[in-house]
């Protein structure tokens, strides 16, 4: 079967193999492409595949036979007691010693992975019991909990908002970030489900992350909210986890040169307010604001670097020489959040991360291996508000072309206001396909959110362009009631 193919930006394609594509077909043209060369991420969804890689797309699907698959099997223990279950069994007209019985005879699969970290979406719960998702969320969901919405089935791998029916939990472990790979269900995977009593459901053991390196400060003040931020990994998105890294690559890239390190070691990512912090070892350092502008400095053991508000733009990273541990399992999803007292400590070895492109590749081509001075920051800031997308990968009508920015914006997307509506209202029940930083999703109420380095790695809306790679940096730095400009 040939996909309709389409692009997702300048690094990546989305390939559509349409409704009747079975899961062991999708699984094993998924199998094919990890081995290519040139792909760093390929992300099942519901009928495709989101197919990113480390330059331009030039892919011919004839030439990239399916591989042999072969599933796992996994026997889950579930016990039946969710609160929605008495509903399931009135809406089947069952019992609840039927519905026991049968199923234990159910058969799923996971046909992808997305909404949480390692979250899979299960085919195969049975047409007579499907029942349509709540129409209020749940503000907590316990881990391991079952539950079904619609023809899809799910276990909860981690505490969690949902508002899928609950029917029963399990206490088996689905999610270990410090395990790897850390996920127990993988796309295709088949699960079979086994009624039993569970008398308790502990807790998980939260792994002591010990960096080892040394302590090279205090922090003192943490501004406003700072995180530690390494390099994007795009093997996490084969588990359900956005591939993450710094909001603006230009910016983090332009500290750490002037600190002397790789453009993508760890660093300190800041929003307004940069933390004050205690230097416990002679350190270089340096400072990028939003708008390019770069500081340096040379710090003795004892010394303060208080850095305060800054300007140019949302956010400003600050680099340390030789880089600082981020202080996290690579599988977790949100960066660490720096708070006052924090010990900052050296990155002790070189992450060994698949990483795909490199950050050089993402800067934009006038800048080259040069290290603006303070008073270039102009530059960078150049038609900063003027954000170049590609069409697709969905097919949609032309977006209007000024849009205001909201206060809704974190690292997982921005949600732009149109200054002018458009009579198009988008679905909002597309079959779920993969996403990246930069994907732009168009909401039924009219809105756009733009994606950011911590977005779910899947999703169900209009997907009707995604920005150039070489203006990622931009989305880092738009603040509340900005406007701007999506051209091609």
Do not use: C
């Given at each position: 079967m040939q996909p309709k193919v389409t692009p997702a930006g300048d690094r990546g394609i989305l390939a559509d193999f349409g409704a009747d594509v079975t899961a062991a077909e999708l699984h094993a043209r998924a199998a094919a492409l990890h081995e290519h060369p040139h792909v760093v991420a390929c992300i099942v969804g519901q009928q495709s595949l989101y197919v990113v890689f480390d330059g331009e797309p030039a892919i011919d699907f004839g030439d990239v036979p399916p591989i042999a698959f072969t599933p796992r099997t996994h026997v889950i223990d579930v016990d039946f007691s969710g609160p929605d279950l008495?509903?399931?069994?009135?809406?089947?007209?069952?019992?609840?010693?039927?519905?026991?019985?049968?199923?234990?005879?159910?058969?799923?699969?996971?046909?992808?992975?997305g909404f949480r970290a390692g979250f899979a979406y299960l085919e195969g719960w049975p047409d007579e019991w499907r029942m349509p998702?709540?129409?209020?969320?749940?503000?907590?969901?316990?881990?391991?909990?079952?539950?079904?919405?619609?023809?899809?089935?799910?276990?909860?791998?981690?505490?969690?908002?949902?508002?899928?029916?609950?029917?029963?939990?399990?206490?088996?472990?689905?999610?270990?970030?410090?395990?790897?790979?850390?996920?127990?269900?993988?796309?295709?995977?088949?699960?079979?489900?086994?009624?039993?009593?569970?008398?308790?459901?502990?807790?998980?053991?939260?792994?002591?992350?010990?960096?080892?390196?040394?302590?090279?400060?205090?922090?003192?003040?943490?501004?406003?909210?700072?995180?530690?931020?390494?390099?994007?990994?795009?093997?996490?998105?084969?588990?359900?986890?956005?591939?993450?890294?710094?909001?603006?690559?230009?910016?983090?890239?332009?500290?750490?040169?002037?600190?002397?390190?790789?453009?993508?070691?760890p660093l300190l990512e800041c929003v307004l307010v940069a933390p004050r912090l205690r230097f416990r070892a002679p350190r270089r350092a340096a400072f990028c604001d939003g708008g390019g502008n770069v500081q340096s400095f040379t710090l003795a053991a004892g010394e303060e670097l208080n850095l305060g508000?800054?300007?140019?733009?949302?956010?400003?990273?600050?680099?340390?020489?030789?880089?600082?541990?981020?202080?996290?399992?690579?599988?977790?999803?949100?960066?660490?959040?720096?708070?006052?007292?924090?010990?900052?400590?050296?990155?002790?070895?070189?992450?060994?991360?698949?990483?795909?492109?490199?950050?050089?590749?993402?800067?934009?081509?006038?800048?080259?291996?040069?290290?603006?001075?303070?008073?270039?920051?102009?530059d960078l800031a150049w038609q900063k508000n003027d954000i170049r997308i590609i069409s697709g990968p969905h097919d949609a009508p032309t977006l209007p072309e000024e849009w205001e920015v909201t206060a809704q914006l974190n690292r997982v997307g921005i949600r732009l206001r149109p200054i002018e509506t458009s009579p198009f209202v988008p679905s909002a029940n597309l079959p779920s396909c993969g996403m990246q930083f930069g994907t732009l999703q168009w909401h039924p109420d009219g809105s756009l959110v733009a994606m950011g380095p911590d977005h779910p790695v899947t999703g169900g809306y209009l997907q009707p362009a995604t920005v150039v790679s070489d203006d990622l940096w931009k989305l880092a730095q738009l603040g509340p009631g900005e406007r701007i400009r999506l051209s091609k």
């Open positions: 008495d509903e399931l069994l009135a809406h089947a007209h069952l019992t609840r010693g039927d519905f026991l019985n049968r199923v234990s005879s159910i058969h799923l699969t996971a046909r992808y992975l998702r709540r129409t209020t969320s749940r503000n907590l969901v316990p881990r391991g909990s079952f539950a079904i919405a619609g023809a899809m089935a799910g276990f909860y791998p981690v505490d969690s908002p949902g508002g899928w029916n609950l029917l029963g939990r399990t206490s088996a472990t689905l999610w270990d970030p410090h395990a790897d790979p850390p996920n127990r269900f993988a796309p295709g995977d088949a699960i079979e489900i086994r009624p039993a009593s569970i008398d308790s459901f502990d807790a998980p053991t939260a792994a002591n992350i010990e960096s080892g390196g040394e302590i090279v400060a205090e922090v003192v003040a943490p501004g406003q909210l700072t995180t530690i931020v390494g390099a994007r990994d795009w093997k996490r998105a084969g588990y359900g986890v956005s591939p993450g890294g710094p909001f603006d690559v230009l910016a983090a890239a332009l500290a750490n040169r002037a600190a002397g390190n790789d453009d993508d070691a508000r800054f300007h140019g733009g949302l956010r400003g990273y600050l680099a340390i020489e030789g880089g600082i541990d981020e202080m996290r399992a690579r599988y977790v999803e949100a960066p660490t959040v720096v708070k006052a007292g924090m010990a900052i400590r050296s990155l002790k070895r070189e992450a060994s991360y698949s990483r795909g492109s490199t950050v050089e590749s993402l800067l934009p081509r006038f800048l080259g291996e040069k290290v603006p001075k303070a008073d270039e920051g102009a």
